[in-house]
């Protein structure tokens, strides 16, 4: 029976605790989500459950959970065709080798070096529920994403949007993030047929026509909406309510099909039209209740499910350096590496490594996946929520040490003067 | 190409190679269990409610829930066939879809009971 009491109590404990810690990580230079992020590890079993396990025992009990997981789900649905809306393939077009080469190295190096690390992780933090190359697959997979949101945001914050390098940096994370999502629908559905009683030339043959529908389809429909906004100047509450049914049903479409909800839900919003007015919009109406409401919800259902430091003793602190290592050096070192040899100055290019080393949020979204369907365990899964925590982090600082604002500034005063 | 193709390349033999490695036997999930029937234990069996034993698992340790109304927490480990914990040992047996555990539960003041512990279907990990 639905426990509207300890419902209510959690979101507003959860919200409070997202604000304050978010607004104490601006403080400090970082972005507001990292500070998001954190306060729900801090709400979980590694902070307040170790601390005070009444308190965390009667504030979530684990009956109450269910809701709370819901309610984040929705939150990821609504937030993955926001993220599908933000991007613009039109963007990737026009940056050439380098974007390429970037694009494509800063995925496969840490995909490989990740395969790797599964060889040692694997008889230690995983069983033989899971195959190796499930697990393989999984690590790489987790180890190449980068989070586009997060990086916009930085860039936003800096300034350096608009800069060759944070033009660059979002052409190169949009097809991270593109190419990460199909690895992970290929990963999630080659784990699911392992246990599902669907056969599996369903699952292929369905999402290949589901994609094909949408693409082929659906996208056409969509430029209606656009023309609506424009006659109107808005879209009525009634063609709202329509975009919300189309995401919804995507979702439930790649949900059926046993690729994973999220899917849908990205795909839908990816194959949305993409006029800035008309994006920009759509993302006022759909962000604030996303980014406020229901993503610290989400944020603090997948500290609840992390442990750091509980149980596992010294060696999960050093199956942690290992992950934490073997990411950095893959996202970070193939993109700076690979920046380098598509003839960007060092400088540059570290800090275009840097930038791709940002995980964020679409990592805890991958590994709330991960460990739902069973390829990681819940050791595995707080060894990879802290490498996304560490990997966030160090962007902001570490980008001001490689491109200080000041220098970013005097090279673009440099360049408007010689434009003028 | 060759910054793509060679680190491709590389996974594939990383995957190959990686068929060989075993990990321990899975036994997370929640579990039904059978007691002896011919065991005497005042608080023993009679106070488990089903499924009695909710398994975490991460690699060889492992956190058993006891279904006791207290939801008594052992840390155990995963050897080989053998689960070991503070008041339970137990061997593993069966494919990872049939898995059986059959073993000793200690309980206070009585002898150790023997028991034998089904896995419920589609067990997820987690939380």
Same mark, same amino acid.
């Given at each position: 029976?639905?426990?509207?009491?300890?419902?209510?109590?959690?979101?507003?404990?959860?919200?409070?605790?997202?604000?304050?810690?978010?607004?104490?990580?601006?403080?400090?230079?970082?972005?507001?989500?990292?500070?998001?992020?954190?306060?729900?590890?801090?709400?979980?079993?590694?902070?307040?459950?170790?601390?005070?396990?009444?308190?965390?025992?009667?504030?979530?009990?684990?009956?109450?959970?269910?809701?709370?997981?819901?309610?984040?789900?929705?939150?990821?649905?609504?937030?993955?065709?926001?993220?599908?809306?933000?991007?613009?393939?039109?963007?990737?077009?026009?940056?050439?080798?380098?974007?390429?080469?970037?694009?494509?190295?800063?995925?496969?190096?840490?995909?490989?070096?990740?395969?790797?690390?599964?060889?040692?992780?694997?008889?230690?933090?995983?069983?033989?529920?899971?195959?190796?190359?499930?697990?393989?697959?999984?690590?790489?997979?987790?180890?190449?994403?980068?989070?586009?949101?997060?990086?916009?945001?930085?860039?936003?914050?800096?300034?350096?949007?608009?800069?060759?390098?944070?033009?660059?940096?979002?052409?190169?994370?949009?097809?991270?993030?593109?190419?990460?999502?199909?690895?992970?629908?290929?990963?999630?559905?080659?784990?699911?047929?392992?246990?599902?009683?669907?056969?599996?030339?369903?699952?292929?043959?369905?999402?290949?026509?589901?994609?094909?529908?949408?693409?082929?389809?659906?996208?056409?429909?969509?430029?209606?909406?656009?023309?609506?906004?424009?006659?109107?100047?808005?879209?009525?509450?009634?063609?709202?309510?329509?975009?919300?049914?189309?995401?919804?049903?995507?979702?439930?479409?790649?949900?059926?099909?046993?690729?994973?909800?999220?899917?849908?839900?990205?795909?839908?919003?990816?194959?949305?039209?993409?006029?800035?007015?008309?994006?920009?919009?759509?993302?006022?109406?759909?962000?604030?209740?996303?980014?406020?409401?229901?993503?610290?919800?989400?944020?603090?259902?997948?500290?609840?499910?992390?442990?750091?430091?509980?149980?596992?003793?010294?060696?999960?602190?050093?199956?942690?350096?290992?992950?934490?290592?073997?990411?950095?050096?893959?996202?970070?070192?193939?993109?700076?590496?690979?920046?380098?040899?598509?003839?960007?100055?060092?400088?540059?290019?570290?800090?275009?490594?840097?930038?791709?080393?940002?995980?964020?949020?679409?990592?805890?979204?991958?590994?709330?996946?991960?460990?739902?369907?069973?390829?990681?365990?819940?050791?595995?899964?707080?060894?990879?929520?802290?490498?996304?925590?560490?990997?966030?982090?160090?962007?902001?600082?570490?980008?001001?040490?490689?491109?200080?604002?000041?220098?970013?500034?005097?090279?673009?005063?440099?360049?408007?003067?010689?434009?003028? | 190409?060759?910054?793509?193709?060679?680190?491709?390349?590389?996974?594939?033999?990383?995957?190959?190679?990686?068929?060989?490695?075993?990990?321990?036997?899975?036994?997370?999930?929640?579990?039904?269990?059978?007691?002896?029937?011919?065991?005497?234990?005042?608080?023993?069996?009679?106070?488990?409610?089903?499924?009695?034993?909710?398994?975490?698992?991460?690699?060889?340790?492992?956190?058993?829930?006891?279904?006791?109304?207290?939801?008594?927490?052992?840390?155990?480990?995963? &050897? +080989?066939?053998?689960?070991? #914990?503070?008041?339970?040992?137990?061997?593993? /047996?069966? *494919?990872? !879809?049939?898995?059986?555990?059959?073993?000793?539960?200690?309980? &206070? +003041?009585?002898?150790?009971? #023997?028991?034998?512990?089904?896995?419920?279907? /589609?067990? *997820?990990? !987690?939380?």
């Amino acid at each position: 029976m639905l426990d509207l009491f300890h419902l209510v109590l959690q979101i507003a404990v959860i919200l409070v605790a997202a604000r304050i810690v978010g607004f104490l990580f601006q403080k400090i230079h970082q972005p507001q989500v990292m500070g998001e992020m954190v306060a729900g590890i801090l709400l979980g079993p590694s902070l307040v459950g170790w601390l005070a396990p009444g308190v965390s025992a009667a504030l979530f009990p684990p009956a109450s959970l269910g809701y709370l997981n819901a309610l984040s789900q929705v939150g990821l649905v609504v937030f993955m065709f926001v993220v599908g809306l933000a991007l613009n393939p039109s963007e990737l077009h026009g940056f050439g080798h380098a974007a390429v080469l970037t694009s494509h190295v800063s995925i496969v190096a840490p995909f490989c070096l990740g395969g790797l690390a599964a060889m040692y992780l694997y008889p230690r933090l995983s069983d033989d529920s899971v195959t190796f190359t499930h697990f393989a697959l999984f690590m790489g997979a987790a180890m190449s994403i980068t989070a586009f949101p997060v990086l916009a945001r930085i860039l936003s914050e800096r300034g350096l949007v608009r800069s060759r390098l944070g033009t660059l940096a979002i052409a190169c994370a949009a097809v991270d993030d593109v190419t990460g999502w199909c690895i992970l629908a290929y990963i999630v559905v080659l784990v699911r047929m392992t246990h599902a009683a669907r056969p599996a030339w369903v699952t292929i043959a369905g999402s290949i026509l589901y994609v094909l529908i949408m693409l082929s389809v659906v996208r056409r429909i969509m430029p209606a909406f656009e023309r609506e906004f424009r006659k109107r100047g808005g879209l009525s509450d009634n063609l709202i309510a329509v975009i919300v049914v189309l995401v919804l049903a995507s979702a439930l479409t790649t949900e059926w099909l046993g690729i994973h909800l999220l899917f849908g839900a990205f795909l839908m919003g990816a194959i949305m039209p993409k006029s800035p007015e008309f994006t920009r919009y759509l993302l006022h109406k759909f962000e604030s209740v996303t980014v406020v409401l229901l993503l610290p919800l989400f944020f603090a259902f997948t500290g609840l499910r992390t442990r750091i430091g509980v149980g596992g003793g010294r060696a999960i602190w050093f199956y942690c350096a290992i992950v934490i290592l073997v990411a950095i050096t893959g996202k970070l070192g193939g993109s700076m590496f690979a920046a380098r040899l598509a003839g960007m100055p060092w400088r540059e290019a570290a800090s275009l490594g840097i930038l791709m080393n940002t995980r964020g949020l679409m990592e805890l979204v991958i590994l709330n996946v991960g460990l739902d369907i069973g390829v990681i365990s819940p050791a595995m899964f707080s060894i990879m929520v802290l490498m996304a925590l560490v990997t966030t982090f160090m962007t902001t600082p570490l980008l001001e040490w490689v491109y200080p604002t000041r220098l970013f500034r005097a090279q673009a005063d440099e360049i408007h003067k010689s434009v003028a | 190409m060759l910054l793509v193709g060679v680190p491709v390349l590389g996974l594939l033999g990383i995957l190959e190679a990686g068929r060989g490695i075993s990990a321990p036997l899975s036994i997370a999930g929640d579990w039904t269990l059978e007691f002896d029937p011919a065991a005497h234990c005042a608080n023993g069996p009679a106070g488990l409610r089903q499924p009695a034993l909710s398994i975490s698992q991460s690699g060889t340790e492992v956190l058993i829930t006891v279904n006791d109304g207290r939801a008594t927490a052992l840390e155990a480990t995963v &050897d +080989g066939v053998t689960l070991t #914990a503070k008041s339970l040992t137990a061997t593993i /047996s069966g *494919k990872p !879809g049939e898995r059986l555990l059959e073993g000793h539960m200690h309980f &206070d +003041g009585c002898a150790p009971v #023997a028991f034998r512990a089904v896995r419920q279907a /589609s067990q *997820k990990r !987690g939380a």
